[in-house]
């Protein structure tokens, strides 16, 4: 098991950036391939981006492509998330994700962070 933690979730203004940090303990963090994920109130958990355990390939959600950038820190045992040219419809929890093998359902993942706000206004 891998515990991880969410941080740098805010409320930031339409056309902003924020970067989130996920920091994990625990089993080797280098050994698992991570993802990012979003719920919005009323909605399912969806995939945002995804990232092998030695940053070799990354996949992304078509909406969130061209403005996110997922990248690890393996020395660091950290996990982040650039997000910029912020949209109001990216407003929801964020959430950490880690397995064996890289996936893009949230369905594959069995070790989750407990998620940070990201607010987003118009």
């Known amino acids: 098991q891998v515990q991880l933690v969410e941080s740098g979730g805010g409320l930031v203004q339409a056309g902003g950036s924020l970067r989130l940090s996920c920091a994990a303990s625990?089993?080797?963090?280098?050994?698992?391939?991570m993802g990012w994920f979003r719920q919005a109130p009323g909605k399912e958990r969806e995939f945002v981006a995804a990232?092998?355990?030695?940053?070799?390939?990354?996949y992304y959600a078509d909406s969130v492509k061209g403005r996110f950038t997922i990248s690890r820190d393996n020395a660091k045992n950290t996990l982040y998330l650039q997000m910029n040219s912020l949209k109001p419809e990216d407003t929801a929890v964020y959430y950490c994700?880690?397995?064996?093998?890289?996936?893009?359902?949230?369905?594959?993942?069995?070790?989750w962070g407990q998620g940070t706000q990201v607010t987003v206004s118009s």
């Open positions: 994700a880690a397995r064996r093998a890289v996936g893009v359902t949230a369905q594959v993942y069995d070790n």
């Open positions: 625990g089993r080797t963090f280098s050994s698992y391939a």
């Open positions: 990232i092998t355990w030695n940053s070799g390939r990354t």
